[in-house]
């Protein structure tokens, strides 16, 4: 019987190995403009995001936003865009990729209280959409469509 691994490898998907946290969160490595960075993988999250300390590092060109971020026990906060970045994820890249900047402050807080390392941002729902994704919650694989 063919593996979920040899099924979606099959049909062109490549597999990108996911780290689960001492929060129960996936987290996951990915490139931003040729930069590396540590992100949570949230599928409840509509918008993929980083932290307004990863403008300089990701190199992302910032603009003003009218959207309020909402989320991990904070509401109404301030947000900028950041519009046509290249994403990478294992073999997976995508170009023209659109990030909302946020304080994450908060959510790097919670992390450290539970004795786990801060993150960069969060990958969402915007690019598990766009990379055709498919999570394997046992092997803690995530598969995104080449």
Known sequence: METLQQFLTNKGYAKVKLHLTK???????????GKKGVFILD?????SCVGFEG???????????LIKAAGAGAI??????????????G???????????FNLTH???AL???NSEPVDGIIGADILKKGKAVI???????????
Request: aromatic share 8%; net charge positive.
């Open 112 to 114: 450290k209280n539970h």
């Open 107 to 109: 959510v790097n807080t």
């Open 136 to 146: 394997d919650y046992e092997k803690k694989y995530l598969y995104l469509r080449l």
């Open 23 to 33: 929060t129960n969160h996936f987290e996951i490595k990915a490139s931003i403009n």
């Open 43 to 47: 599928t409840g999250a509509s918008s």
């Open 55 to 65: 403008i300089e590092t990701f190199k992302l060109k910032a603009e003003d936003s």
């Open 91 to 101: 073999k997976w890249t995508t170009n023209k990729v659109v990030l909302v900047l």
């Open 76 to 89: 109404d906060m301030d947000t900028k865009m950041s519009k046509k970045n290249k994403l990478k994820i």
